[in-house]
């Protein structure tokens, strides 16, 4: 028997949030501005894949439909994802990559990872809370890396201020559909397996905050975009990661390797 829909609805946003994001992360290897950093991507983007894999593991068998988690990452379409917008965006301009860009995005979505993974670790849902407790480990590694370089970008040479603050600019009206709370959130709050994830913006913000004033930039104007990924509504790019994700498993269905 199925989960209620709410239930399925939010762990597969948990999924596909962490399973877009890795598959960018992805994208930087072998191509990273050091060896070291090469190889810190890499690992980040195994952290978030790993995490994608449990939860939308879990999503499956809660619907109870027979999808695993290669079913709904390789063969679902794009409207039919439910990840935030901001996990989507290029690594940089549709042009070329910039690693202050991948830096603040990282930023902007570990600074909730933590307090996101914190609070789903006291789910009533014995495995999200299991793969919560887990998570939240390798989101603050992740949180304490984006810092970092944040910190050394924004506090560092005149370019690479202007690139830090020129990524938290234009990043920034993305981060408003992490408070756009909606039904399924409701839902997953009053049924003790999830958060209303808007109700984390004050740690958010401070983490934020803190942040930013380290690192000499200058917090981004609000604005009263937001941005509809997790209602399936999403960004052109979306389509071009998932060709390229999805490419090998749906021209050799089945295989096993």
């Known amino acids: 028997m199925s989960a209620d829909p709410a239930h399925i609805e939010y762990v597969t946003r948990l ?9 960018r992360l992805a994208e930087w290897c072998g191509h990273g501005p050091a060896l070291e950093e090469d190889l810190a991507l890499t690992n980040i983007s195994l952290d978030l894949i790993g995490q994608a894999r449990l939860l939308l593991t879990h999503a499956g ?17 794009e409207p039919q994802f439910r990840n935030w917008t ?13 690693y202050a860009v991948t830096i603040a ?31 939240v480990k390798e989101a603050r590694s992740h949180l304490r890396h984006a810092r970092d370089w944040l910190v050394r970008f924004g506090d560092g040479t005149d370019e690479s201020h202007r690139r830090a603050q020129a990524a938290l600019d234009r990043l920034w009206p993305y981060t408003n559909e992490f408070w756009s709370a909606d039904d399924v959130e409701r839902s997953a709050a009053q049924a003790g397996f999830g958060v209303v994830v808007a109700d984390l913006k004050p740690t958010w913000d401070a983490i934020v905050d ?17 941005s509809t990924g997790k209602l399936g509504v999403h ?9 390229e994700m999805q490419t090998l498993a749906r021209q050799h269905p089945g295989a096993k390797w």
């Open 15 to 23: 999924g596909d949030n962490a399973l877009v994001l890795g598959q």
């Open 61 to 77: 068998r809660l619907e109870g439909a027979g999808r695993d988690e290669d079913a709904l990452a390789y063969f679902r379409d």
């Open 86 to 98: 901001l996990v989507e965006l290029p690594n940089g301009s549709a042009a070329h990559d910039d």
């Open 105 to 135: 995005r990282n930023f902007l979505f570990s600074a909730l990872s933590v307090p996101l993974w914190e609070a789903l670790a006291g789910s009533n849902d014995a495995e999200l809370a299991q793969i919560a407790a887990k998570s």
């Open 210 to 226: 803190a942040t930013l004033s380290q690192a000499t930039l200058a917090r981004p104007k609000d604005s009263s975009f937001v």
């Open 235 to 243: 960004s052109e790019f979306l389509g071009y990661l998932l060709a």
